[in-house]
């Protein structure tokens, strides 16, 4: 309830701006500051991939560097996981389901924000 | 409110993947999405070290072509499992579990062959998901013995193909990726399968027995439940399991150190022929008694029986096969996996009957025959490894004595001090990589084989160095020193002449892979004359000095004239050299003289100039200089003045076919030279003949053109005189 009003409030203020350039490269030099960092995506098939965030574009089409994939080893979600080393990965915006970056708990909140 | 805050934090459902010491996972999915509205069409959000380049390579999940783990059927293989994707016993009814047996024994060997060819293991043998868990197939001993054999095998053939390390032109093969190669117990699986094949070859004999006897036997379970499909069943099982048995000792047997294994080999490869045999004719049987089987697609089939076979799934298995991308692959047919086995079993058994001929000379000549009949990689690599052991020839002998062999020093010269001279290590370094490469496929082999040209000519040009600051000049040298200088002066010479057998077997592998068109035949049939006449030349004077030290060490004896047209008789090696040089310097001059009478089909090439394609050819010839002195421009003077009036007046083909004749008488105990110097009297003759015809109706016939087909011969080309 709270992340919503807060969302909505900073869409609003997003709307309302002066210009395109001050709050966009805010949203961007934001996730800019991801870069380099541990990021889990995860895929709408029950995958997850954790790698090291290394580029995004407009479509929301991910890169992640020296990912691993998880996989549970039975179709419930309770089972144990899978992983194995992948290297560069694309992962298409289409099919993530997910996106979550690893960090400290009091930075979270700052995450959340947008 | 932060309290609120930490409570509406996501996590991913399965905390099993840990985020590190004392942090979390925020969801960063809403600002992600804000941020992409902000960005400009094409602008990306990365970092310093961000290559596009590099980040076309990336794995695109999803893609199937790409992501090898998309969840399919089933999550993994004990789900699958659990489904009863593999059961074990396959069936209650012991009919259709025989059946089934069979089906995935016959599946299995499609498999293997498929293997063999260039595919992954994960998505072929390792797509059965009984060899995937070995330990729950204990309770069937006929599906257990038998699993345990195919993984004892493959990991045979994976030892023997790895240990030649001549396998990564032929498709990664060997890479297991964590499969259940070691099963626990595996080397005991020949005890197991006897004991397998013991039962059944009772049952058969129950089954077989008349009735009155059949009640002694009682105690004796039968195979199977359908009394009249007894005998059919038990000798179907017995020749799929002797096959993998004897198959099995072929390859321990060929390992043995030194050749020691290949006569009992070849006992092993004759009868998993004749099991092969029986496997293939089991199928009339197996077809009519299986269920619910189509005429169609028949021949695609990978079982005998034309039936599904239970417990394979590829996909299980593909994530196995990372990195590599997982093609969907076609499994062979199992006629076509019975074919390739009996190809590999010929193969093999070409090898086992080899003599182990120790000289070098033997040694080449029975490879280059050998690879004639294009064998595949296991082939191959078995040969290889019997060649070279140890870094010895067949293990035994070193790489000195062989050289001092080749180069007809006296047997002696084996033990000579000399040999530890580096650049003599080096030089038995290069033989022993070149016997190597000599046993790769065709395309490797001459790749390799002409990037080796420049270090052979180095090698040369070391010893000779090294000879010089030895030695300096050869005069007044003391008696035991004289015998180091003839083994540098011999080795020498040998040294030339493999260099330039090299250069002739790579300029020939070039017909053979199709690598030059029509119209540069004439410069590549121009460039073999050059070389093989420095060949034949190298190999006369290295055949003189062996006459020269025969007659020192031989008494001194009245020279009857017998004796000294014996002396002067051209060996047959120089012989059979010389009918080849007549041949390609015939073929070099009818081309360039139609060429240059406008008599020849050919399209001009509008990308470069026959110069470019000359250097472009014969670069890594020309760099090592083999032959010195010779270039584009002395090809342009031989072949300029070409004309067909004057080569009906002096006509190689007939030298050839005189030279050839001669030759014959000297090889009669060799059916390949024989073979040979028939193909080549044959080009000769047909060549000349299409020579005096054009030269005569040419003139007279402007339709009358000239193209050459290689019908008698795999590089000497045949002219073919038409009316276009």
Redesign the interface.
Known sequence: ???ELE?EKS?IQ?ESSDG?NS???D??A???K???R???V??R??????GTF???????N??LQDAV???????S?TS???Q?C???????SS?RS????????E???S??K? | MADDAAAEVFVPERTSIPSGDDSVWADVSPLLESACKDLRDGELIHGDNFNLFAAMSALEIMDPKMDSGIVCKYYSIDEAIENGAAPVPISINKTVDVQCTIDIMDHLLACEATWHKGHSLAQTVFSCIYLLRPDRTSSHALLHSYCRVIRATCKAVISVVSDARTHEEDDLFTMAYGLPLDGDGDEKCLSLLNAVEETISRQLRACKAPSSRRRVLEDMEPLQTNLDLEEGYCKALLCRLRFRKHFYHVLTSMRRPQGRGLELARKHIATCISELDCIYRSSDFLRSSACGTSEDGIENRTTASGCQPIGFDASLNCRLSAPTPPRAIKILSWKKAIEYFVKLLHDLDIICSYSLDPSLEGVLQFVVQFQKSQPDLVARAHLQLLLVQDGKLYGRDSMFTVITRAAVLPEVAKNHDVQKNEYFVQLGQLVINMLKILCTNAAWQRRKLGKMLQDWRVIYVQLEIAFRKEFGEVSSIPEDENFCVKIFQHILLWVEEQTYWIASRFLILGFELELYSPSEYCMVYWYIYVVLIKLSEKTHLKMAAKNDTGKRKGKKKRDSPKDVAREYRIPPAVLFLQCQICLAEGLTMMLAALRNEHMILQSRNPFNTEQERFIQHFELLQKACIPDHVSFHSFRESTTYARLSTLVMYNYFKDAQRIAKEAKSSFSNDPDKLAELRKIEQVAEHNSIALNVISRVGALDPTLKASFEFSHHPYFATAVVKRS
């Open positions: 309830m709270v992340m969302a869409l997003a395109p709050n966009s490269s949203l961007v934001r996730v800019r991801l870069l380099f541990r990021m889990l995860g895929i098939d029950g995958r997850f991939f954790l290394h580029c995004m574009d407009k479509q929301g991910i890169i994939e998880y996989r549970s080893t039975r179709r979600s144990p996981m899978e194995r992948l290297g560069l990965i694309l992962i298409p099919c997910s996106c979550h970056v690893g960090c400290a708990i930075e979270q909140l995450l959340l947008l």
